[in-house]
């Protein structure tokens, strides 16, 4: 309990947003309810990148999600400059609105197929004028006759940089990304992250990167949280989870990401986890990732394993790797 | 097909990757499947110009292409599962010629001798019908047997790829199965008349990494035992370096460059290769840290509007460095080499 009590000592002096003990559940059947975030807490500090990496159905959009208010919580807080947003109604969101913007994985699916390019972009509140749309277009790499052209019109990459021009547009301070590249062409992929990282540097804006390729969350996040059925089961520095892996689903994580070397492929150690992850409806009592942790042992079976500090970075397992 | 065997499938254990045969199967001969000069048109829309390949038993050919560079369309092709496609050149499968074969014929070699598996498992699979009834039905397409010595055979396919309790999972439906287990009701049913070539189309692309290195190890483990040709399509560079032999990269419906999938890696001759090589970001430490990644500008060409001459010469960095010369932007560039096959004007040095 005082680590949590120290952190929250911490999160209220610097952090940009700080999401503490967040959760959701949603309804299931016969009365049971589906703990699809169950206790999230981290913080972000103005202009960084914070990675959320996990597999499909872990929490990581619902948490996205959350913070910018599209979900509400069933429990927890989350800070956004110091002010509690949690259970802020539409009308008082409305100004925060313009700090915290959010990307999308599908641009084609979050782009109106029937407002043009400067319709979408200066938005539903007229925000910017034709000059500042096209400035903005510059800024994300469209050209200025792009401005009245329609969402069809345009390549998945260049439908991405749109979303992005239309996050940009009120001038947020933290922008959700919503896996902004998995949608895409490898040779685009390269272009968004080196976009996205270039708009970050001019606006010192801060990401929460939600992502569920490794390489491209290494290369964009300085710090990064892994997810596992609701939970963080490790967050730390970049080098630190990448090189020194301490939670085991990490560690399996890592290994079973295919590198593009053949070499490396031939001789490297790679863990093969043993069937699906669980389902949130009916998650393992303990440790959620016991059934298919090669470590498991009694205690993991009934214990909940409570975050702790391990070599620099937190871990909540019972027995992490050394 | 033991029970054993399966049982270790799916424990959460440490391995190395299993070492393949080299050339595979106690069959010798040829290749199983020998693709020369593949044309593949929609109407005036050419979607696949001109790609020469060919498989061997035992050995996987993986290729890699973006969105609109034909790599599906040449497997459906060598299916013949296009309607209305003008196909031309050659596809032999065994020593059959299949461009211009009967459709009966093409009907007789799919699903036995020839089998498929799609990126999506779910909208491959009837939701009606039980996951053991579709593969009966399947296997009973090409073999003469009794409804029930299908079924068993169904229950002992389902064993095989790892899925425990196959006699109570044959009796369930598509929606039952995870999209791991879904896939490899997908392999079970390609697998179960025992085919020679297995085409792989984005196979694990819609799956989690860790149930991906599950079913990567699955269809290598198979092909071990079995000698079976496959075909990888795939985006992912990660997923062809871990599972080919040879790779095939294709742009804008042509051959950009072809050869053992060591050499792609250790030294791509195709600026396009090189390119996207290049701009994949590292798993490792110290790897262009806090550098930007090296992005190929533009995107791939859509097959309705290709550019002319040299389809990557819009995109292309060596292009550009040699002043735009006239060759690239005119001609065709032809698949030179004999081991090592680039189409490229302008062949510079390795990376």
Redesign the interface.
């Given at each position: 309990m005082s680590l949590l009590a120290e952190r929250e000592a911490r999160v209220t002096t610097d952090a940009l947003l700080s999401v503490k003990d967040l959760r959701m559940t949603f309804p299931g059947r016969r009365g049971k309810g589906i703990k699809a975030v169950d206790g999230v807490s981290f913080d972000l500090r103005a202009g960084e990148t914070l990675g959320l990496v996990g597999?499909?159905g872990c929490g990581k959009s619902t948490t996205g999600r959350m913070i910018v208010r599209l979900l509400e919580p069933t429990s927890g807080t989350v800070h956004f400059d110091g002010r509690d947003i949690t259970h802020l109604d539409p009308r008082q969101m409305l100004p925060l609105r313009s700090e915290i913007q959010m990307i999308f994985q599908d641009p084609f699916a979050s782009l109106n197929p029937r407002q043009t390019v400067q319709q979408i972009i200066s938005g539903p509140r007229k925000l910017l004028d034709r000059s500042g749309v096209i400035d903005l277009l510059k800024l994300v790499g469209l050209s200025p006759e792009h401005i009245d052209r329609y969402p069809h019109e345009f390549?998945?990459?260049?439908a991405q940089r749109i979303g992005i021009a239309r996050a940009l547009a009120p001038k947020p301070k933290l922008i959700i990304c919503d896996e902004p590249v998995s949608a895409l062409?490898?040779?685009?992929?390269?272009?968004i992250?080196?976009l996205l990282?270039d708009l970050k540097a001019e606006f010192n804006l801060a990401y929460l990167f939600i992502a569920?390729d490794?390489?491209?969350v290494?290369?964009m996040c300085e710090r990064i949280a892994v997810m596992y059925l609701g939970r963080i089961v490790e967050v730390g520095h970049r080098?630190a989870i990448?090189?020194d892996p301490a939670h085991p689903y990490t560690k399996?994580?890592?290994s079973?990401?295919?590198?593009?070397?053949?070499?490396?492929?031939?001789?490297r150690?790679?863990?093969?986890?043993?069937?699906?992850?669980p389902s949130p409806a009916a998650p393992p009592p303990g440790c959620s990732f016991n059934p298919?942790?090669?470590k498991a042992q009694g205690r993991c079976r009934v214990e909940v394993p409570v975050p702790t500090v391990v070599r620099g970075r937190q871990v909540a397992c019972h027995f992490p790797e050394e | 097909m033991s029970e054993s065997g399966t049982v270790s499938e799916m424990t959460g254990r440490r391995t190395r990757p299993a070492v393949r045969p080299a050339g595979g199967g106690e069959r010798s001969g040829g290749p199983i499947l020998d693709v020369k000069d593949l044309s593949v048109s929609f109407g005036a829309v050419q979607v696949v110009d001109g790609v020469t390949f060919n498989v061997d038993r035992g050995r996987t050919l993986g290729i890699v292409g973006e969105s609109g560079s034909g790599k599906s369309v040449s497997s459906l092709a060598v299916l013949g599962l296009h309607r209305n496609a003008t196909v031309t050149g050659s596809i032999v499968f065994d020593g059959q010629e299949l461009v211009g074969a009967p459709s009966e014929r093409l009907r007789k070699l799919r699903g036995s001798r020839m089998a498929m598996i799609f990126q999506d498992p779910l909208s491959s699979l009837h939701p009606f019908y039980t996951v053991g009834d579709q593969i009966a039905e399947a296997y009973r397409l090409h073999r003469r047997t009794s409804r029930r010595a299908a079924r068993e055979r169904a229950v002992e396919m389902l064993a095989e790829v790892g899925i425990p309790e196959p006699r109570r999972r044959a009796r369930e439906h598509p929606h039952q199965f995870s999209g791991g287990m879904r896939q490899r009701v997908m392999i079970a049913m390609a697998l179960a008349c025992e085919p020679d070539l297995l085409i792989a189309d984005e196979p694990t692309t819609a799956l989690d990494v860790t149930v991906q290195a599950q079913i990567l190890e699955l269809i290598a483990r198979i092909q071990a035992e079995r000698g079976l040709a496959v075909i990888m399509i795939t985006h992912d560079l990660g997923v062809v370096a871990r599972i080919a032999d040879d790779v095939l990269v294709m742009y804008g419906g042509r051959t950009a460059e072809h050869t053992a999938a060591r050499t792609i890696f250790k030294a791509p001759r195709h600026p396009y290769t090189q390119g996207l090589l290049a701009s994949v970001p590292g798993l490792a430490t110290g790897e262009e840290d806090d550098g930007r990644l090296k992005a190929i500008p533009g995107s791939p060409p859509s097959p309705l509007t290709p550019p002319p001459g040299c389809r990557f010469h819009p995109r292309c960095a060596r292009f550009a460095a040699a002043q735009n010369p006239a060759i690239c932007t005119e001609e065709h560039p032809l698949l030179t080499g004999t081991v090592h096959k680039v189409a490229c004007h302008l062949p510079g040095g390795t990376q």
């Amino acid at each position: 309990m005082s680590l949590l009590a120290e952190r929250e000592a911490r999160v209220t002096t610097d952090a940009l947003l700080s999401v503490k003990d967040l959760r959701m559940t949603f309804p299931g059947r016969r009365g049971k309810g589906i703990k699809a975030v169950d206790g999230v807490s981290f913080d972000l500090r103005a202009g960084e990148t914070l990675g959320l990496v996990g597999e499909s159905g872990c929490g990581k959009s619902t948490t996205g999600r959350m913070i910018v208010r599209l979900l509400e919580p069933t429990s927890g807080t989350v800070h956004f400059d110091g002010r509690d947003i949690t259970h802020l109604d539409p009308r008082q969101m409305l100004p925060l609105r313009s700090e915290i913007q959010m990307i999308f994985q599908d641009p084609f699916a979050s782009l109106n197929p029937r407002q043009t390019v400067q319709q979408i972009i200066s938005g539903p509140r007229k925000l910017l004028d034709r000059s500042g749309v096209i400035d903005l277009l510059k800024l994300v790499g469209l050209s200025p006759e792009h401005i009245d052209r329609y969402p069809h019109e345009f390549s998945g990459g260049q439908a991405q940089r749109i979303g992005i021009a239309r996050a940009l547009a009120p001038k947020p301070k933290l922008i959700i990304c919503d896996e902004p590249v998995s949608a895409l062409d490898v040779s685009i992929q390269a272009q968004i992250v080196n976009l996205l990282e270039d708009l970050k540097a001019e606006f010192n804006l801060a990401y929460l990167f939600i992502a569920h390729d490794l390489s491209v969350v290494r290369h964009m996040c300085e710090r990064i949280a892994v997810m596992y059925l609701g939970r963080i089961v490790e967050v730390g520095h970049r080098d630190a989870i990448y090189s020194d892996p301490a939670h085991p689903y990490t560690k399996a994580l890592l290994s079973a990401v295919p590198v593009p070397d053949p070499e490396v492929e031939a001789t490297r150690e790679r863990i093969v986890l043993l069937g699906d992850p669980p389902s949130p409806a009916a998650p393992p009592p303990g440790c959620s990732f016991n059934p298919r942790c090669h470590k498991a042992q009694g205690r993991c079976r009934v214990e909940v394993p409570v975050p702790t500090v391990v070599r620099g970075r937190q871990v909540a397992c019972h027995f992490p790797e050394e | 097909m033991s029970e054993s065997g399966t049982v270790s499938e799916m424990t959460g254990r440490r391995t190395r990757p299993a070492v393949r045969p080299a050339g595979g199967g106690e069959r010798s001969g040829g290749p199983i499947l020998d693709v020369k000069d593949l044309s593949v048109s929609f109407g005036a829309v050419q979607v696949v110009d001109g790609v020469t390949f060919n498989v061997d038993r035992g050995r996987t050919l993986g290729i890699v292409g973006e969105s609109g560079s034909g790599k599906s369309v040449s497997s459906l092709a060598v299916l013949g599962l296009h309607r209305n496609a003008t196909v031309t050149g050659s596809i032999v499968f065994d020593g059959q010629e299949l461009v211009g074969a009967p459709s009966e014929r093409l009907r007789k070699l799919r699903g036995s001798r020839m089998a498929m598996i799609f990126q999506d498992p779910l909208s491959s699979l009837h939701p009606f019908y039980t996951v053991g009834d579709q593969i009966a039905e399947a296997y009973r397409l090409h073999r003469r047997t009794s409804r029930r010595a299908a079924r068993e055979r169904a229950v002992e396919m389902l064993a095989e790829v790892g899925i425990p309790e196959p006699r109570r999972r044959a009796r369930e439906h598509p929606h039952q199965f995870s999209g791991g287990m879904r896939q490899r009701v997908m392999i079970a049913m390609a697998l179960a008349c025992e085919p020679d070539l297995l085409i792989a189309d984005e196979p694990t692309t819609a799956l989690d990494v860790t149930v991906q290195a599950q079913i990567l190890e699955l269809i290598a483990r198979i092909q071990a035992e079995r000698g079976l040709a496959v075909i990888m399509i795939t985006h992912d560079l990660g997923v062809v370096a871990r599972i080919a032999d040879d790779v095939l990269v294709m742009y804008g419906g042509r051959t950009a460059e072809h050869t053992a999938a060591r050499t792609i890696f250790k030294a791509p001759r195709h600026p396009y290769t090189q390119g996207l090589l290049a701009s994949v970001p590292g798993l490792a430490t110290g790897e262009e840290d806090d550098g930007r990644l090296k992005a190929i500008p533009g995107s791939p060409p859509s097959p309705l509007t290709p550019p002319p001459g040299c389809r990557f010469h819009p995109r292309c960095a060596r292009f550009a460095a040699a002043q735009n010369p006239a060759i690239c932007t005119e001609e065709h560039p032809l698949l030179t080499g004999t081991v090592h096959k680039v189409a490229c004007h302008l062949p510079g040095g390795t990376q």
